[in-house]
């Protein structure tokens, strides 16, 4: 199975910080990478896929690149709607791997 | 507009059986993948199983595989979950998510709210 392992593990920002999210694949996963959003209680949502394309609805802040083993999620201008869980997802190969999240709280 | 909502939850003891129903809405439903996704309590999120537009590829976690079976009804517009001998372990929040595609390359665009399976005696 191939391995997703997210860093850091929690973060702390403020509002209009730039964030960085690393995620990396203990093997060459190419493009097969997506970027979720949990807050307390909902689901998660997506919000990049394939490594680097923004998905329907999501906010131009939000950004993705990397291919490979190492890809970053950015959030160019934190805002408070802004602080929750990331998760990293490979879809390379079967079984669907997720890194363990990013908690991003606010400082 | 989408709707996924699950259905089936609930407390069981080791060792028993659970099906869980996921009732799809708002898109044409033949036309995608599906799969199951949990989250147990505090913890992040595991894939558990998928299965293309018909039936025709089927994916499962090693952690359950040959315990749990999914399947899917397309005239109904329903995707299954067939738990048996469930253990402590399969605690968790189950998702139903949608796939972007009929099979292949899974990401998943909508999402239910999920229902709660708790293995305990």
């Known amino acids: 199975d191939i391995q997703m392992t997210q860093s850091p593990s929690s973060l702390s920002a403020s509002v209009g910080d730039r964030v960085t999210i690393t995620c990396r694949a203990s093997?060459?996963?190419?493009?097969?990478l997506n970027w979720y959003q949990q807050k307390p209680g909902k689901a998660p949502k997506l919000l990049i896929y394939?490594?680097?394309s923004l998905q329907s609805g999501v906010p131009s802040r939000f950004s993705g690149s990397g291919s490979g083993t190492d890809f970053t999620l950015t959030i160019s201008s934190l805002q408070p709607e802004d602080f929750a869980t990331y998760y990293c997802?490979?879809?390379?190969?079967?079984?669907?791997?997720f890194g363990q999240g990013t908690r991003l709280e606010i400082k | 507009e989408v709707q996924l909502v699950e259905s089936g939850g609930g407390l069981v003891q080791p060792g028993r059986s659970l099906r869980l129903s996921c009732a799809a809405s708002g898109f044409t439903f033949d036309d995608y993948a599906m799969h199951w996704v949990r989250q147990a309590p505090g913890k992040g999120l595991e894939w558990v199983s998928g299965?293309?537009?018909?039936?025709?590829?089927?994916g499962y976690a090693d952690s359950v595989k040959g315990r749990f079976t999914i399947s899917r009804d397309n005239a109904k517009n329903s995707l299954y979950l067939q738990m048996n001998s469930l253990r402590a372990e399969d605690t968790a929040l189950y998702y139903c998510?949608?796939?972007?595609?009929?099979?292949?390359?899974?990401?998943?665009?909508?999402w239910g709210l999920g229902t709660l399976v708790t293995v305990s005696s």
């Open positions: 299965i293309s537009w018909n039936s025709g590829s089927i």
């Open positions: 093997q060459s996963i190419s493009s097969y």
């Open positions: 998510a949608k796939d972007t595609s009929v099979a292949g390359t899974p990401s998943f665009d909508y």
């Open positions: 394939a490594a680097s």
């Open positions: 997802q490979q879809s390379y190969s079967t079984p669907v791997t």
